[in-house]
């Protein structure tokens, strides 16, 4: 029969595996030269070499949520045509039809105008109102950095109110509110990688992992643009979220950020194209640069116009929700205007618009796809083109603000291709004739990059989707210098009031910082002891092992310090070195190392139950 031992006894008569570590090396080797200590840090054998199982995991996973989103992508997308088709081809249009007809034959209308068109977009504010009364609720949910937040936090997903936040947007895009359909499809993979996370039980660091090959596969299978979809995400989603140092899976999750991310990209573009989406694209025409030393400056200063246009659009967002919230002078009988009302009031703006300018409805592709194509009836006037441009400011800003459901990915593609439009009209009008410059649709496509890039503080990603969209790279140099210049100009108007372009890149290095070294297994092990016992400073004992991984000798009463935070004080003077001698008052790195090793290894076998070895 085994003989029994008291806890203290067994810990005593343990004999660690690295005894030999807690003897004193000697000063010098027999040729004279002082032998290397043993190393002990990151890289020692407590903590073996990955072997990919993790990161092959999240791939995999990341496989998965380019899949999902792609199909759902493909969904969004055809429920906005189904909705599009019902609305101003099936029953309701013709009815509608029938209501005007007597209107213009009696001519009390203009033949020019579209007086059914004041009722279209109504019928999306009436499903989104359908939508708010079904949930019970004042919105439908934080937005995207909300929702960035709760991946944060940890905060599981709400399916049912995600689901319902994608129908409004199909009820409000279907119907033509002037909003886009890529916002939606980003938060569409956003909420997919948070349910696949939930899924899979991830923490912290995969769950950021794949929310931003979530963004990725989105843009991805929005645009048919995987490389854009990468640069989206790296640009605005990952520096969005925080790194958690407490996280084990820091160092795992940084190797697979990168697979995870250009996976998930490509996955979601390919089931993408199995989707008809109809006309619903952007479409774009071959571009030719006619003289660079006369056109660089010239599209410089589109960019300097762009970066005005897009801050002004910003700045419209922001009063015209004060004007919902009824914060603004002369509007404060919006507080009591029910939620549910607001997304009429939009969609009913939209539609008094639309009776003269129905370019201004939906996402605006088919306006830009004419103004790039030169087909457009406004291409060649300036004022026509600025009215345009003004309308779809003011109008995608009411949508916002309302609480209608989508982005202002399609809208910011707009307002650049008739910035550009009115540009290149301008310069032909004021530029001699011996000066020769590239056509309007050639302005149209670099405005619509550059009003991109400022907008949304993603120069890379306005460059890219171009680029990606035209694939030639004559475009590139007229890209990055008028982009360029858009993100400079808007950082300057709007100065401190929000954060400037690439702001992430000045931020600390999370390696070195937030995050810190990636703690090494011994570290790890020490923390975990320390949180679960409660007796000390966890942060102390941490920096305690990294000085000794670092080389550095420490005092007993430090080590004591340590023992302490791990609830081990008592246990400590069972391992400590003794001799003939007094107890030293100071330990090399090495034996205070196996010292804390023993330690660590004490509390791992009290864990599973497992005895010491008894003599």
């Not at 947007?169 to 939930?198: C, H």
């Not at 899979?200 to 991805?220: D, I, P």
């Not at 990468?230 to 996280?247: G, H, K, N, W």
């Amino acid at each position: 029969m085994r003989p029994q031992v008291s806890p203290r006894a067994q810990f005593r008569k343990y004999k660690p595996r690295r005894s030999l570590l807690m003897q004193e090396q000697p000063h010098t080797s027999p040729g004279g030269v002082p032998p290397p200590l043993p190393e002990l840090t990151k890289n020692s054998d407590l903590e073996p070499a990955p072997n990919g199982s993790k990161e092959i995991g999240a791939i995999c996973a990341a496989v998965l949520v380019g899949a999902l989103s792609g199909a759902a992508v493909i969904g969004f997308k055809n429920g906005i045509s189904f909705v599009r088709h019902t609305v101003f081809e099936g029953p309701f249009a013709e009815l509608l039809n029938e209501l005007t007809r007597p209107l213009y034959s009696l001519r009390v209308v203009d033949a020019s105008l579209n007086i059914q068109y004041l009722l279209f977009p109504l019928f999306g504010g009436l499903l989104t109102a359908a939508w708010l009364k079904l949930l019970d609720r004042k919105d439908f949910g934080v937005p995207l950095p909300g929702q960035l937040e709760e991946v944060d936090k940890g905060v599981p997903p709400d399916l049912k109110l995600l689901i319902t936040r994608q129908l409004a947007a199909v009820s409000a895009l279907g119907s033509g509110a002037s909003l886009g359909p890529e916002g939606p499809s980003v938060e569409i993979g956003v909420s997919i990688s948070r349910a696949v996370s939930q899924l899979f039980g991830y923490g912290h660091e995969f769950r950021r992992v794949l929310a931003s090959a979530g963004a990725a596969a989105g843009v991805s299978a929005g645009f048919d643009a995987p490389l854009s979809g990468v640069m989206f995400a790296l640009e605005l989603i990952q520096p969005s979220v925080a790194p958690d140092r407490s996280d084990k899976d820091n160092a795992v999750a940084f190797r697979a950020t990168a697979g995870a991310v250009l996976t998930s990209a490509a996955i979601a573009c390919v089931v993408s194209r199995y989707g008809a989406f109809g006309d619903d694209k952007f479409l774009v025409t071959r571009y030719e640069l006619v003289d660079p030393l006369l056109e660089i400056p010239l599209y410089m200063s589109l960019g300097v116009l762009s970066g005005v246009v897009g801050a002004t659009f910003r700045s419209t967002v922001v009063n015209m929700r004060k004007v919902y919230g009824g914060e603004k002078e002369g509007f404060e009988f919006m507080k009591k205007v029910a939620p549910e009302l607001k997304p009429l009031i939009a969609t009913t703006l939209c539609g008094f618009v639309a009776i003269k300018y129905p370019e201004t409805l939906f996402f605006g592709y088919n306006a830009v796809n004419s103004i790039l194509s030169e087909k457009s009836a406004y291409i060649h006037s300036i004022p026509e083109l600025f009215t345009l441009l003004s309308l779809k400011i003011g109008l995608t800003a009411s949508c916002l603000a309302s609480g209608l459901m989508g982005g202002t990915f399609a809208p910011a593609l707009f307002f650049g291709a008739s910035l550009g439009a009115a540009y290149d009209e301008a310069l032909k009008a004021v530029l001699p004739a011996q000066f020769e410059i590239a056509g309007t649709s050639n302005y149209a496509m670099v405005g619509a990059a550059a009003m991109l890039g400022a907008v949304f503080r993603a120069p890379i990603t306005g460059i890219l989707l171009l680029f990606e969209l035209t694939r030639d790279y004559d475009i590139v140099l007229p890209l990055i210098s008028s982009v360029g210049l858009a993100t400079v100009t808007i950082d300057l108007i709007e100065g401190e009031s929000t954060p400037p372009t690439w702001a992430w890149w000045w931020q600390p290095n999370p390696l070195d910082t937030a995050v810190g070294p990636v703690p090494s297994a011994l570290q790890v092990k020490v923390a975990d002891i320390a949180k679960a016992s409660g007796s000390g400073d966890t942060d102390e004992a941490i920096k305690t092992i990294q000085r000794l991984e670092s080389g550095e000798a420490i005092s007993v009463k430090r080590l004591t310090s340590t023992a302490k935070a791990m609830g081990m004080r008592e246990e400590l003077e069972a391992v400590l070195p003794t001799g003939e001698e007094a107890e030293p008052e100071e330990l090399s790195s090495t034996q205070a190392l196996s010292v804390v090793i023993a330690l660590v290894e004490s509390k791992e076998r009290e864990a599973t139950g497992v005895p010491a070895e008894v003599e």
